[in-house]
T-cell receptor, first 115, second 111 residues
Framework: DSGVTQTPKHLITATGQRVTLRCSPRSGDLSVYWYQQSLDQGLQFLIQ???????AKGNILERFSAQQFPDLHSELNLSSLELGDSALYFC??????????????FGPGTRLTVL | DAKTTQPNSMESNEEEPVHLPCNHS???????IHWYRQLPSQGPEYVIH???SNVNNRMASLAIAEDRKSSTLILHRATLRDAAVYYC????????????FGQGTELSVKP
């Protein structure tokens, strides 16, 4: 158990809909990261928040947005869903800003299926 | 971003050592070498990291070539639970914390 929790575990929805994925980092960790894992693209970094502020951005679609709240939990919002958004979404956390010497702890993931 | 090259798959026998190679010929002086693994149906898990010297922890050892253009993750006695995809990742402080995962090496362990 990494100490990172993600809800829900599974989500099935239809194209065009909007969903929210939730992540609670390990106690004391200030950074939260979101990754997407699909069969064709592998594991891809989406976005990082550090202490409530956006710190780094990857290839995150404009239809996707995220935020980190004062209690440090984070939400990833996916809207206008398409079939290709079906994937595993992982949240990770780390103690600091994510410098090159820092390790990340991953949650169990949310499996999103878009029908 | 500096790239890494790993074999797609490797096989090992249980209780034998496993050496997982990684090539990173374009590594820069400030890049740390990180290894993560992903067990089936789980999120990635940190294994080990290093800069120049060899490193050991309770999970594995990391051997880094003198020119730093390659490294090897060593599992001293593979168990069935070590069957996973192993990712070698270069980290520098320009990346803002993101991990760039390649295809990794899928390790299978035979009893």
């Amino acid at each position: 158990d990494s100490g990172v929790t993600q809800t829900p575990k599974h989500l099935i929805t239809a194209t065009g809909q909007r969903v929210t994925l939730r992540c609670s980092p390990r106690s004391g960790d200030l950074s939260v990261y979101w990754y997407q894992q699909s069969l064709d693209q592998g594991l891809q970094f989406l976005i990082q928040y550090y202490n409530g502020e956006e710190r780094a951005k990857g290839n995150i679609l404009e239809r996707f947005s995220a935020q980190q709240f004062p209690d440090l939990h984070s939400e990833l919002n996916l809207s206008s869903l398409e079939l290709g958004d079906s994937a595993l979404y992982f949240c990770a956390s780390s103690l600091g800003q994510g410098d090159f010497n820092e390790r990340q702890f991953f949650g169990p993931g949310t499996r999103l299926t878009v029908l | 971003d500096a790239k890494t090259t790993q074999p797609n798959s490797m096989e090992s026998n249980e209780e034998e050592p496993v050496h997982l190679p990684c090539n990173h010929s374009t590594i820069s002086g400030t890049d740390y070498i990180h290894w993560y693994r992903q067990l089936p149906s789980q999120g990635p898990e940190y294994v080990i990291h290093g800069l120049t010297s060899n490193v050991n922890n309770r999970m594995a050892s990391l051997a880094i070539a003198e020119d730093r253009k390659s490294s090897t993750l060593i599992l001293h006695r593979a168990t069935l639970r070590d069957a996973a995809v192993y990712y070698c990742i270069l980290r520098d402080d320009n990346q803002g914390g993101k991990l760039i995962f390649g295809q990794g090496t899928e390790l299978s362990v035979k009893p």
